[in-house]
């Protein structure tokens, strides 16, 4: 699979990321059998959260891929912390207790990438900076980044933490474009104007920020994937006209139209079906031109000024 650099590190990724929060839907040998269909196809990143099946998605993963320092050596481990229940919590404490048990349950004694997941108003970013320092000098985690914030979440903690904030995980689909739409409708009397997200795409591309879209499938916050969908009759037949072009499936296009943005994004695939992630994988091998990236947005129902 095609490789890129994360953020401003040196730490050269798949652009494609498997998302591991469905593992826990997986019997044991179906779990070891995705792993390695992932491993076979170049797929080496694997996102994880502590949140995700209260933690037992990192042991079942830990399991399936049968964990060893050479194992280890092969991949590259992604996780999140700080949402809690009924709240979010970026405090010092929390912060390395739940990294602790992240390694624990990973059975590894680092992460190359720790998450902050979920903005919490009440963090102090002082204790953030505490918290990622003892983090890097340990050696428990090589890399930081943040999940669904905007730009100046971002400032903030960048007042006090030093380390380069090299990713940020945000919902981003070809139906949920708003951090899309509202570059492109910039002054206009619309909705698809409406800046929800204080212009987050242009100052992560500003900052060599990678972008993460998360749910790269689904239309609203969890109400269902788009592709086959009767909701969305224009944007299936469209992406299915320019798979047929390129000899891919539908699901092979729509991670293509989050590849071709230059924004240089690494989309975290979450399903468990093998097929499916082979042929998002094949999306790294697919560069759709201008005309077929705004065909595709338009479809969706997405406008243009």
């Given at each position: 699979m095609r490789t890129m650099k994360l953020g401003k590190s040196n730490l050269e990724v798949p652009v494609v990321a498997v998302g591991c929060m469905r593992i826990n839907s997986l019997e044991k040998n179906a779990a070891e059998k995705f792993v390695q269909t992932a491993l076979e196809h170049?797929?080496?990143?694997?996102?994880?959260?502590?949140?995700?099946?209260?933690?037992?998605?990192?042991?079942?993963?830990?399991?399936?891929?049968h964990m060893t320092d050479s194992v280890r050596e092969n991949i590259v481990l992604q996780s999140k912390c700080g949402i809690r229940q009924g709240m979010f919590d970026f405090s010092k404490e929390h912060i390395l207790n739940s990294v602790d048990g992240i390694l624990k349950r990973l059975n590894t004694d680092y992460l190359d990438v720790l998450l902050l997941h979920r903005p919490d108003t009440l963090v102090e970013p002082e204790e953030v900076?505490?918290?990622?320092?003892?983090?890097?000098?340990?050696?428990?985690?090589?890399?930081?980044?943040?999940?669904?914030?905007n730009p100046m979440q971002i400032e903030l903690l960048k007042k006090s933490v030093?380390?380069?904030?090299?990713?940020?995980?945000?919902?981003?689909?070809?139906?949920?474009?708003?951090?899309?739409?509202?570059?492109i409708n910039v002054n206009m009397e619309?909705?698809?104007?409406?800046?929800r997200d204080g212009s987050i795409l242009d100052y992560c591309r500003l900052n060599d920020i990678t972008i993460q879209p998360w749910s790269p499938f689904q239309y609203g916050f969890f109400e269902g994937v788009f592709i086959g969908s009767d909701k969305f009759p224009e944007l299936n037949q469209k992406l299915e006209?320019?798979?047929?072009?390129?000899?891919?499936?539908?699901?092979?296009?729509?991670?293509?139209?989050?590849?071709?943005?230059?924004?240089?994004?690494?989309?975290?695939?979450?399903t468990m079906n093998e097929e499916r992630l082979k042929d998002c994988i094949k999306a790294s091998q697919v560069q759709l031109d201008r005309e077929e990236w705004y065909a595709i947005y338009r479809a969706a129902g997405n406008i243009l000024p």
């Open positions: 170049g797929a080496n990143f694997f996102d994880h959260a502590d949140i995700y099946g209260r933690g037992e998605c990192e042991k079942i993963f830990a399991d399936a891929i900076a505490e918290a990622f320092d003892i983090l890097e000098s340990s050696g428990k985690v090589l890399h930081f980044g943040v999940s669904n914030q030093k380390q380069e904030i090299v990713a940020n995980q945000l919902q981003l689909s070809i139906t949920n474009s708003t951090m899309i739409s509202n570059g619309n909705d698809s104007a409406v800046n006209e320019i798979a047929e072009k390129y000899g891919v499936t539908s699901t092979t296009i729509a991670i293509a139209w989050l590849l071709r943005h230059p924004a240089k994004m690494q989309p975290v695939i979450g």
